[in-house]
């Protein structure tokens, strides 16, 4: 069966720090692979996503980045995180048509 | 926006009561999707239903789907304490090579 995992599950970091997240996908070959951010008691903001090895798509211009050197890797980087940056990350994947996806457990981040 | 949205934004019930959530959306779609959410965690996939179909059904969850009102909803019967959670829609729509999640209702099973 297919699972993501996806860590730390709790991150606190100072201003000015990098950032990276990572998040892998067992058992499934050529997913397309999500990042998200959730703000407390708010929606999802889609953040990057790929459809393969290197492909990244960026959805909103900002201090962080996407990297996937793996088909079932993807990982979430910042050079300087920001205050703004804090928030709930979340890593998901779904077969190439999309029909439904499956998120890791999330990564709460806290920048001080 | 390009993202459904959900309706109520909050809703609190008693144990074995239904609850129904409502979803919108603006553009043609491919299929629509609805996740809960626990406190804290990441979410999971509930149910899908296809631009075609009208109606499905999942053990106490009912969903369906009028493609001509741009709109869903979610019927949890005889609701339960651990039902509480934050509900999306997600909409996979046609014009658009992402899926989109709704800012999500916030259900409150009261014991």
């Known amino acids: 069966s297919q699972t993501i995992h996806q860590w730390p599950a709790t991150l606190v970091q100072p201003v000015g720090s990098p950032l990276s997240l990572e998040c892998t996908v067992e058992?499934?070959?050529?997913?397309?692979l999500y990042w998200y951010r959730q703000a407390a008691g708010r929606g999802l903001q889609l953040l990057f996503y790929s459809v393969g090895i290197g492909q990244i798509s960026s959805e909103v211009p900002q201090n962080l980045s996407a990297s996937r050197p793996q088909d079932r890797q993807f990982i979430l980087s910042s050079k300087k995180l920001l205050l703004s940056d804090s928030g709930f990350y979340l890593c998901a994947w779904s077969p190439p048509r999309r029909a439904g996806y499956t998120f890791g457990s999330g990564t709460r981040l806290t920048v001080v | 926006s390009q993202q459904g949205e959900e309706d109520p934004q909050a809703l609190s019930i008693q144990e074995g009561e239904n609850a129904t959530m409502n979803c919108s959306y603006k553009?043609?779609?491919?299929?629509l999707q609805w996740y809960r959410q626990n406190s804290g965690r990441g979410l999971v996939h509930l149910i899908l239903?296809?631009?075609?179909?009208r109606e499905k059904h999942s053990g106490r969850l009912r969903v369906t789907l009028d493609t001509s009102k741009k709109s869903s909803s979610l019927l949890i019967t005889a609701s339960r304490a651990a039902d509480t959670a934050s509900y999306f829609c997600a909409t996979d729509q046609t014009s658009y090579d992402k899926v989109i999640f709704g800012p999500g209702t916030s259900l409150s099973v009261i014991p």
């Open positions: 058992g499934t070959s050529n997913p397309n």
């Open positions: 553009t043609s779609i491919n299929n």
């Open positions: 239903i296809r631009s075609n179909e």
